[in-house]
């Protein structure tokens, strides 16, 4: 009977030891395009390891490679078992093309605590793929003023105006004291929709004109949309000199520097900031309403989502890896060691900048309008609006002029606004 034992001992033994080397045979790899975050990711796949026996190789791609490396290598039957995807039509181009694995609640129950705008980023565009989930959403982006206290404060600027006349007053003010009141400028486009992002809710009226539009019962051609373009490109005043040769790049170091009062831009570029100049005494504020004790907007977005590869091997090895990235304590992680918002509801920040942006977000959040709703095919609205905006603050065109030809570029492809 005690040889017996022992043996059934010795043979559990192995059991246990062969399970533990076949888990450790299993190896993901995750393709991201966040090349600054390789440290966070490995020192996770570490942590998943110790836990799972799963090891994850994680591979990041310059930011403006990666698409085209991902889509060729998915495209030949190949690719990652993870995929940092995208959100809203960056992700739906590949769900419809069948390159990603659909989860459900059950897969990941996490799922279950997110908000649908957020698990929105994460669905396909045609009929078939917008009823399923292909991915667990990593990040919430917020935009809006990041402003100099040091550089107000010389400007003589105690407090920011509560409405939208008197902010440009307040930013004219800060113009006359010898100072750039913002860093933005309008080379690449992009601070131009971020801008209008910031700003344009206020005009156009928010989440209900969000609604009304990306439904079809409203196109862009709305006199509420057409000033809020005309607002954006209004902006020009209070650029830096030469603004024309000024890009995203050039004004986020030009605020970072401390040369420019403000500075348009999201959450994502607070470690940046905290990285490039420990010294900015910075805050963050939404655009104020047209009129005092009118509600404001913070427009919000999802970054992205981590997704599986349909054609993976290991299915129940990348689902334990995202049901990992789906929990509280993955989520702390990421906002204290990212200095961003994750996407995991329930999340604080350390960071008293981040945290007033998750704040701001909560009580005043409304959808990006061009990214959530028109970057599902070409030409978006995206790219519509940035070289529409851009020729408005060049005085070559007029806010109707543009909001026509993204409404008639958007339809090419937007079914509500053929009808």
Do not use: C
Not at 11 to 33: D, Y
Not at 285 to 295: I, Q, T, Y
Not at 391 to 408: D, K, N, P, S, W
Request: zero cysteines.
């Amino acid at each position: 009977m005690i040889k017996t034992a022992v043996l059934r001992a010795v043979l559990l033994g192995m059991l246990l030891l062969s399970g533990a080397a076949f888990a450790q045979q299993i190896t993901l790899t995750f393709w991201s395009w966040r090349v600054e975050d390789r440290e966070f990711y490995n020192d996770i796949a570490k942590q998943f390891e110790s836990r799972t026996g799963i090891r994850v190789v994680y591979t990041p791609y310059s930011n403006v490679e990666y698409n085209t490396i991902l889509s060729s290598a998915l495209a030949a039957g190949t690719g990652p078992d993870i995929i940092h995807t995208r959100a809203y039509g960056g992700l739906a181009q590949l769900a419809d093309a069948g390159y990603l694995l659909p989860i459900t609640n059950q897969q990941v129950p996490n799922l279950a605590r997110f908000p649908a705008t957020l698990l929105n980023a994460a669905r396909g565009f045609r009929d078939d793929t917008r009823r399923r989930i292909y991915g667990v959403p990593f990040a919430t982006q917020s935009l809006g003023f990041f402003y100099n206290k040091d550089l107000l404060a010389r400007a003589g600027i105690r407090e920011i105006p509560d409405n939208w006349p008197d902010f440009k007053a307040m930013l004219a003010r800060i113009r006359a004291a010898g100072i750039v009141p913002l860093a933005n400028g309008p080379r690449d486009g992009i601070s131009l929709e971020q801008i209008f992002g910031v700003i344009g809710p206020n005009f156009y009226g928010g989440s209900d004109y969000f609604r009304a539009v990306t439904a079809g019962q409203r196109t862009f051609v709305d006199e509420g949309f057409i000033r809020a373009l005309e607002e954006t490109a209004a902006m020009r005043e209070f650029m830096p000199p030469n603004f024309a040769g000024i890009g995203y790049p050039e004004g986020r170091t030009l605020f970072t520097k401390g040369g420019a009062a403000f500075f348009v831009t999201g959450g994502f570029d607070i470690a940046f900031f905290r990285d490039n100049n420990p010294r900015l005494n910075f805050g963050f504020v939404p655009a104020p309403p047209l009129r005092r004790g009118e509600r404001t907007w913070v427009s919000t977005f999802a970054d992205g989502n981590y997704a599986i590869n349909a054609r993976t091997r290991n299915t129940e090895a990348a689902i334990r890896f995202l049901n990992f990235l789906s929990t509280q304590e993955f989520g702390q992680q990421f906002t204290e060691k990212l200095a961003q918002a994750s996407a995991v509801p329930g999340i604080r920040a350390k960071d008293p900048v981040l945290q007033e942006i998750i704040d701001y977000t909560a009580s005043y959040g409304t959808p990006y309008l061009t990214l959530v709703g028109f970057r599902y095919a070409a030409p978006t609205g995206t790219e519509l609006m940035r070289s529409g905006l851009q020729r408005m603050v060049l005085g070559q065109a007029t806010g109707r002029q543009v909001a026509e030809e993204m409404t008639r570029g958007v339809a090419t492809w937007f079914r509500p606004f053929q009808r």
